[in-house]
């Protein structure tokens, strides 16, 4: 059967004309030939791009597929491991050293606790953002400084170092800039995080990073965890509000069966997650022969996990690309599955529901500011999608 599976030349990098919400067309066209298809890695080495969605939860939760970022085989030369604490590149035992302090510090009951500050956030986001209006960039208004302050006060960064926090994280997440500009803010928040854990040590505050220096995790092994919580905490959130925001305005009936059913946030939010999956692509390698899709993949191989398509796959969802807000969208893979599962999904959604019931609340009549195609979308490129910018208005 491997014989007459789907060829996909290179990772699809151009979404549907007038549909920016929508993975690459080639990669749904993909899936109609099958959830599995031959791939071949810009480095010249062999692999599968995977886009059905019970393939891709399937691979998430089997442990005979790897993580770990040295043994991504992608590239004509050795990758080497990642850095100490960035879990998300590491397989068992080291994986769980790393996140299983942070399980109890992100349960859904304690998300749910936060409720009311970001709340707080939230409304002084929307003050500040209609007292400068009638129009806005909904981005740099309310998309990016809600999870932003929300993460960093929850790390402990120190209020006057937030703005300038949130500019590097936006500069190596965006996909949009040089070599030499990435490796500079990267280098940078590196070196901000070795001296925010050192002042934690010395003078401990009420935080979660101040909580874990006291374990035997190392400062080198506290920057690296504190580098996933901040960097996925800021950036993912942030293109939902903004792309979520986005979605409803090109959605009018849906975004009216929100307000005037405000107890359909819940769904709405879930839906959003699975229709937009902004986390689109992972990577996992095979540590022995597995058949999935009906194809084998051998040892050592590298395959792509298509989040995206997956979460569009009409095996799973009746009329996948419809937004459909009343839709039960469970067991969408927005946070992925498996051990990997995202540590802050429960925090992202507190956030979100608020974050969109206030501001639909607040401006009844919010509208884009500019024709649908000239809204600018991050390039795909970047880890997470989104836009740039939003330009919004609303009748004063």
Known sequence: MSETVHTVTDLPTERPAGCPFDPPARLTEAHAHGPISRYTHPGGKPGWIVTGHEQVRSILADPRFSSRKDLMNVVDFELPPAPPGEFLLMDEPEHSRYRKPLVGRFTARRMRLLTERVEQI?????DAMEAAG?????VTAFAKPIPTIVICEILGVPYEDRDSFQEQIDTFMSGGTSDEELIAAYTATQEYLARLVAAKRANPTDDVLSELTDSDLTDEELKGISLILLAAGFDTTANMLSLGTFALLRNPDQLAALRADPALVDRAVEELLRYLTVAKTFMRTALE???????????????????????RDPERYADPHALDLRRDAGGHLAFGHGIHLCLGAQLARVEMRVAFAALLARFPTLRLAVPAEDVPLRPETADIFGVKSLPVAWDA
């Open 134 to 138: 009638p129009s806005a960039d909904l």
């Open 122 to 126: 939230t409304a002084a986001c929307l």
């Open 289 to 311: 022969d597995v058949e999935i899709g009906g194809v084998v993949v051998e040892a050592g191989t590298t395959v792509v996990l298509s989040y995206h398509t997956a979460d």
